[in-house]
């Protein structure tokens, strides 16, 4: 039951007439704000909880609410701001969480660059030239097999036979370094 004190409204000092109940005003609003949340947020639940929220915060302020020319905008700002500070906050905590898991890889010194590109021309020299041409076709420049097959004159199975002896080749030297 609804506590009488917080629906009727006192008689205020000069004269004017006194606020409408807030309880007429939830229930001649409810249903709209419902609805428009529904569609806003696409979700019954969170638009019922936002709805609750918004009303909430409006009925804390009632006294000062009741008095304005729209009332009714009000509530709907209310609701609508609360939507999008929510979506703000889950956005920020988004990115805080991939911020911390992402591993950034640190920037390269220009003496490591050269290392590393000259372990890769290496690495491709030891290749045969069809081994060589499969792996650029497919890897770097991201043709398909068929494709790949089509520019080199051969079938998509020779090709993937290249590519994975290019694999076991280039993988081998990698291995050695490391033991």
């Known amino acids: 039951m609804v506590d009488?004190?917080?629906?009727?409204?006192?008689?205020t000092a000069v004269g004017?007439?006194?606020?409408?109940?807030?309880?007429?005003?939830?229930?001649?609003?409810?249903?709209?704000?419902?609805?428009?949340?529904?569609?806003?947020?696409?979700?019954?639940?969170?638009?019922?909880?936002?709805?609750?929220?918004a009303f909430c915060k409006v009925w804390e302020r009632w006294d000062r609410v009741s008095r304005l020319d729209d009332p009714v905008g009000y509530l709907f700002r209310t609701a609508f701001n609360t939507h999008r500070s929510a979506t703000r906050r889950a956005l920020r905590a988004a990115r805080r969480l991939v911020d911390r898991s992402a591993d950034p890889i640190p920037p390269l010194e220009p003496a490591e660059i050269a290392e590393v590109r000259d372990r890769a021309t290496r690495a491709l020299d030891a290749l045969t030239r069809r081994q060589r041409e499969a792996v650029v076709l497919t890897a770097l420049l991201e043709f398909s097999g068929p494709d790949a097959a089509r520019i080199m004159?051969?079938?998509?199975?020779?090709?993937?036979?290249?590519?994975?002896?290019?694999?076991?080749a280039l993988v081998r030297p990698a291995a050695e370094e490391q033991a």
């Open 4 to 11: 009488p004190s917080l629906t009727e409204a006192a008689p």
């Open 153 to 168: 004159g051969i079938s998509p199975a020779t090709v993937r036979a290249l590519v994975a002896q290019a694999r076991t």
């Open 16 to 53: 004017r007439c006194a606020a409408p109940p807030f309880e007429a005003f939830y229930t001649a609003n409810e249903g709209r704000l419902f609805r428009a949340l529904v569609v806003m947020t696409g979700d019954r639940h969170g638009a019922e909880d936002l709805m609750q929220t």
